[in-house]
């Protein structure tokens, strides 16, 4: 079995913006900030566990350092610290398989670290994610039928 990726088919939408110009090698990484259950062991071996609720997730993401999508999610960002009410959803989609990540509560943890140097230098981002609905899947297999 072939699979096939492309990273063009990977979507990627913060509130209503969509995200591309990504900096080279690097592009999307979604993480959980805790397990999914807490083992507890006891002192005669016996083992239980606990289903972690309403955890956080972290979206980190580089764009280009020209890209003008950051000034789009600089004042995104600002909005919220001004506001306190600028939260936005998040969506990522492979469209080569059927991975998704969608949270309906999101925001930015910090600024972003900007470099000045003799040559542009991309521009990290870092969102937190709430409520967020996940699955891993796999690329669609190519066919030559």
Not at 20 to 37: C, N, R
Not at 55 to 70: D, E, V
Not at 117 to 128: C, G, K, N, R, Y
């Amino acid at each position: 079995m072939a699979g096939s990726y492309s990273p063009k088919k990977v979507l990627l939408i913060i509130g209503v913006i969509p995200i591309s110009g990504y900096a080279e090698k690097s592009m999307i990484e979604i993480t959980p900030d805790q397990d999914d259950f807490e083992t507890l062991k006891g002192a005669d071996g016996a083992v239980e566990r606990s289903e972690i609720v309403g955890g956080t997730w972290s979206c980190k993401f580089t764009l280009l350092g020209s890209n003008p999508l950051n000034a789009e999610l600089s004042a995104l960002r600002k909005a919220d610290k001004l506001t306190n009410k600028a939260a936005f959803p998040l969506l990522c989609k492979d469209l080569n398989g059927t991975s998704i990540h969608a949270a309906k509560v999101c925001w930015f943890k910090k600024a972003p670290a900007k470099k000045y140097e003799s040559a542009s230098s991309p521009i990290e981002w870092e969102i937190v994610m709430t409520q967020v609905e996940d699955f891993v899947g796999g690329n669609a297999s190519a066919s030559i039928y």
